[in-house]
């Protein structure tokens, strides 16, 4: 009885100790990977404090891997719990006869107690890693112990895991590892600084040899053909860089994530790096302090396949911004979007003859790039030459705040001076916008004018908008697909941009799959002599698109509509505003528009009907003050369109 009751309170007194001092797991706060599409590593992160450390399990490394690191520490792994009697007694005889330690006598749990809580090697410290031990086994699976040594096991330098060892000294993951390279990670554990392959080769051949004719032979997994094989083989002369491909994406989806975590991605690592030299490769033909980013997404899903978000860390090129989200001046890049909202509302067609002529629009008398006028030409023309005077006349037209609020819906709202209002300039660059957000802009115009934001993380399919009509958006892609001035690729719509001042430079394009967009300046917005679109970006696009895999690239094919435009737009939309618009209190009269329908028209804000004459398509109407307002217009046959407004 006495006998039962004490082995109760032992029991009792050993479960309270685990709770109130449990093993501390701390130092299994892993660094972030970052993984493109195919679950390859894009880019890896250190874990705090600098170390390269990555979650490793048993799951990840070959068999042999595991068979050889059992065999060679701790045999009887699989049956103890966490302290092997025999191996303990073996190391204190050998200890009392030699006067030396000649083996520890620990197993894998035992190191991967002292592992999670380093201590100096002493008898007390061993007892601790054999409670440790106990501890760990009570908690985890055997394979679960092993993805702890796995994960910390020393490999060199700054060096923890086997996952980072093998990154690092071979380049690819463990689960790659052939028997050679498994061994020498085995044995890289052991003494990590005196068997450093870049330092000590010789000793770390051996360590390895060891590993492979001692252990692996009998270990299982590995025949007697690839030890010898394995043998021959050398060793690693110098340590590879950690993968480091889209770091400014990766340090941003990296941003808040959870210390070990794998992030999946949509980019191709494939891609990414071909990317990656094309950018480097073309910046030699800049001066300094140039820089250059490019992306590259599928027009469908919007997902983006590559991403370059400048010379990352390179401090004279501002290599720590990501200038794919950096605000510029688009010069004449968001033209065709301003085309389609032309030919959508029936200003123009694309035969449209208009003028490219010396005019005034009150005391605003834009010129083209070139200084010079081209007279009368198509519409489609005037685009293709990217001509300013028929932009800003198409926009006149159009009104600035219908097209601001447009491009806000498109995803791309134009940045301007703080309290200023939307104004002609807009047709030629006159608010900041991103490489992203043209890049998506121009996904529009192949994606039937739905309007949807590029993403770097898998999503499911989303329903976006349509901003433009599908006719609209397939002209305006139309009339830019061109052969490339310099040669590349055929069946790719494209336009160029450049800011006033040589500031920025654009190329932006889109094939039947794929969209892309090339920006090159200076970061900190000073001007380069000569910078031009066309000139700088556009060769760079030309090889994008030329570096594209073959099989998923395919020509953009525009077909032709059964309709003519004046036909088309049939139903009932407004024009202005459009949904999600926002004016500001003091600028005047706003004119509400509508298209489609049977007419009369009457329009309504908040319900009230607004005096205009009802044969036409167009009311005036002064805001009262800021807030919110609802806009509804009725036609003939009591179909109803509307949208909300907002006036700061």
Same mark, same amino acid.
């Not at 892993?30 to 195919?38: P, Q, T």
């Not at 068979?67 to 204190?92: K, N, S, T, V």
């Not at 060891?210 to 025949?223: C, I, N, T, Y």
């Not at 029936?346 to 070139?370: C, H, I, K, M, W």
């Given at each position: 009885?006495?006998?039962?009751?004490?082995?109760?309170?032992?029991?009792?007194?050993?479960?309270?100790?685990?709770?109130?001092?449990?093993?501390?797991? =701390?130092?299994?706060?892993?660094?972030?990977?970052?993984?493109?599409r195919?679950?390859?590593?894009?880019?890896?992160?250190?874990?705090?404090?600098?170390?390269?450390?990555?979650?490793?399990a048993?799951?990840?490394?070959?068999?042999?891997?595991?068979?050889?690191?059992?065999?060679?520490?701790?045999?009887?792994?699989?049956?103890?719990?966490?302290? @092997?009697?025999?191996?303990?007694?073996?190391?204190?005889?050998?200890?009392?006869?030699?006067?030396?330690?000649?083996?520890?006598?620990?197993?894998?749990?035992?190191?991967?107690?002292?592992?999670?809580?380093?201590?100096?090697?002493?008898?007390?410290s061993?007892?601790?890693?054999?409670?440790?031990?106990?501890?760990?086994?009570?908690?985890?699976?055997?394979?679960?112990?092993?993805?702890?040594?796995?994960?910390?096991?020393?490999q060199?330098?700054?060096?923890?895991?086997?996952?980072?060892?093998?990154?690092?000294?071979?380049?690819?993951?463990?689960?790659?590892?052939?028997?050679?390279?498994?061994?020498?990670?085995?044995?890289?554990?052991?003494?990590?600084?005196?068997?450093?392959?870049?330092?000590?080769?010789?000793?770390?051949?051996?360590?390895?040899d060891?590993?492979?004719?001692?252990?692996?032979?009998?270990?299982?997994?590995?025949?007697?053909?690839?030890?010898?094989?394995?043998?021959?083989?050398?060793?690693?002369?110098?340590?590879?860089?950690?993968?480091?491909?889209?770091?400014?994406?990766?340090?941003?989806?990296?941003?808040?994530?959870?210390?070990? =975590?794998?992030?999946?991605?949509?980019?191709?690592?494939?891609?990414?790096?071909?990317?990656?030299?094309?950018?480097?490769?073309?910046?030699?033909?800049?001066?300094?302090?140039?820089?250059?980013?490019?992306?590259?997404?599928?027009?469908?899903?919007?997902?983006?396949?590559?991403?370059?978000?400048?010379?990352?860390?390179?401090?004279?090129?501002?290599?720590?911004?990501?200038?794919?989200?950096?605000?510029?001046?688009?010069? =004449?890049?968001?033209?065709?979007?301003?085309?389609?909202?032309?030919?959508?509302?029936?200003?123009?067609?694309?035969?449209?003859?208009?003028? @490219?002529?010396?005019?005034?629009?009150?005391?605003?008398?834009?010129?083209?790039?070139?200084?010079?006028?081209?007279?009368?030409?198509?519409? #489609?023309?005037?685009?293709?030459?990217?001509?300013?005077?028929?932009?800003?006349?198409?926009?006149?037209e159009?009104? #600035?705040?219908?097209?601001?609020?447009?491009?806000?819906?498109?995803?791309?709202?134009p940045?301007?001076?703080?309290?200023?209002a939307? =104004?002609?300039?807009?047709?030629?660059?006159?608010?900041?916008?991103?490489?992203?957000?043209?890049?998506?802009?121009?996904?529009?115009?192949?994606?039937?004018?739905?309007?949807?934001?590029?993403?770097?993380?898998?999503?499911a399919?989303?329903?976006?908008?349509?901003?433009?009509?599908?006719?609209?958006?397939?002209?305006?892609?139309?009339?830019?697909?061109?052969?490339?001035?310099?040669?590349?690729?055929?069946?790719?719509?494209?336009?160029?941009?450049?800011?006033?001042?040589?500031?920025?430079?654009w190329?932006?394009?889109?094939?039947?799959?794929?969209?892309?967009?090339?920006?090159i300046?200076?970061?900190?917005?000073?001007?380069?002599p000569?910078?031009?679109?066309?000139?700088?970006?556009?060769?760079?696009? #030309?090889?994008?698109?030329?570096?594209?895999?073959?099989?998923p690239?395919?020509?953009?094919?525009?077909?032709?509509?059964?309709?003519?435009?004046a036909?088309?737009?049939?139903?009932?939309?407004?024009l202005?505003?459009?949904?999600?618009?926002?004016?500001?209190?003091?600028?005047?009269?706003?004119?509400?528009?509508?298209?489609?329908?049977?007419?009369?028209?009457?329009?309504?804000?908040?319900?009230?009907?607004?005096?205009?004459?009802?044969?036409?398509?167009?009311a005036?109407?002064?805001?009262?003050?800021?807030?919110?307002?609802?806009?509804?217009?009725?036609?003939?046959?009591?179909?109803?369109?509307?949208?909300?407004?907002?006036v700061?």
């Amino acid at each position: 009885m006495r006998w039962g009751l004490g082995l109760v309170i032992l029991v009792v007194a050993v479960l309270a100790l685990d709770r109130a001092l449990p093993p501390d797991l =701390s130092r299994l706060r892993a660094g972030i990977e970052v993984l493109d599409r195919e679950g390859r590593t894009l880019s890896a992160l250190p874990a705090p404090g600098g170390i390269w450390r990555l979650p490793t399990a048993a799951a990840e490394v070959p068999p042999h891997l595991v068979a050889m690191l059992l065999a060679a520490e701790d045999r009887r792994f699989r049956w103890h719990p966490g302290f @092997d009697p025999l191996a303990l007694g073996r190391a204190a005889f050998q200890w009392i006869r030699a006067g030396r330690v000649v083996s520890g006598g620990s197993t894998l749990t035992m190191q991967a107690a002292r592992l999670l809580e380093p201590r100096p090697r002493t008898l007390r410290s061993k007892a601790v890693e054999i409670l440790r031990a106990v501890q760990l086994e009570a908690r985890f699976s055997k394979d679960e112990i092993l993805g702890i040594w796995l994960t910390l096991a020393p490999q060199g330098g700054n060096l923890e895991g086997l996952r980072a060892g093998s990154l690092a000294w071979f380049g690819r993951p463990p689960g790659q590892l052939d028997a050679a390279e498994s061994a020498l990670l085995v044995a890289l554990a052991r003494r990590p600084e005196a068997l450093r392959p870049d330092r000590h080769p010789d000793a770390a051949r051996a360590a390895r040899d060891a590993v492979l004719r001692v252990r692996a032979a009998g270990a299982g997994g590995v025949s007697g053909a690839e030890v010898a094989l394995a043998l021959a083989a050398p060793v690693p002369a110098a340590r590879q860089p950690m993968p480091r491909l889209a770091p400014h994406l990766a340090r941003q989806v990296a941003q808040g994530a959870a210390p070990g =975590s794998r992030i999946a991605t949509t980019l191709d690592r494939d891609l990414q790096r071909a990317m990656e030299r094309l950018a480097e490769a073309a910046l030699h033909e800049f001066p300094d302090r140039a820089a250059l980013a490019l992306v590259v997404a599928e027009t469908d899903s919007r997902s983006v396949r590559a991403l370059v978000g400048g010379s990352f860390g390179v401090e004279a090129r501002a290599g720590m911004l990501d200038l794919t989200r950096a605000v510029r001046s688009p010069g =004449s890049a968001q033209k065709p979007f301003l085309y389609a909202m032309a030919f959508e509302a029936g200003l123009a067609r694309p035969e449209t003859l208009v003028a @490219d002529l010396p005019f005034r629009f009150g005391s605003y008398a834009p010129e083209n790039f070139s200084r010079d006028f081209t007279g009368r030409v198509t519409a #489609a023309e005037a685009l293709r030459q990217s001509l300013n005077l028929p932009a800003v006349a198409l926009l006149s037209e159009l009104g #600035a705040l219908r097209y601001a609020a447009a491009l806000k819906a498109a995803g791309s709202p134009p940045r301007l001076a703080s309290g200023a209002a939307p =104004s002609l300039p807009l047709a030629l660059g006159g608010a900041g916008t991103t490489l992203r957000e043209l890049v998506a802009l121009y996904a529009l115009l192949g994606d039937a004018g739905r309007a949807g934001a590029l993403t770097a993380l898998p999503a499911a399919p989303a329903e976006w908008p349509e901003v433009v009509t599908p006719r609209a958006a397939a002209a305006v892609a139309g009339i830019l697909v061109q052969p490339f001035p310099g040669g590349g690729p055929g069946g790719v719509a494209w336009k160029t941009g450049t800011s006033w001042g040589g500031r920025d430079a654009w190329a932006l394009g889109l094939d039947a799959r794929h969209v892309a967009g090339v920006w090159i300046g200076r970061p900190d917005g000073t001007p380069i002599p000569g910078l031009n679109g066309r000139a700088a970006a556009l060769p760079v696009l #030309a090889q994008v698109f030329a570096r594209l895999p073959a099989a998923p690239r395919q020509p953009l094919q525009v077909r032709a509509a059964p309709r003519p435009f004046a036909e088309a737009a049939d139903r009932l939309r407004l024009l202005f505003p459009m949904p999600g618009a926002e004016l500001v209190e003091g600028a005047g009269p706003v004119t509400l528009r509508a298209t489609g329908g049977r007419r009369p028209l009457v329009f309504l804000v908040d319900g009230a009907p607004l005096p205009h004459q009802r044969a036409r398509r167009e009311a005036a109407w002064t805001p009262p003050g800021p807030g919110f307002y609802r806009v509804t217009v009725l036609d003939a046959d009591g179909i109803a369109a509307a949208a909300e407004l907002r006036v700061r």
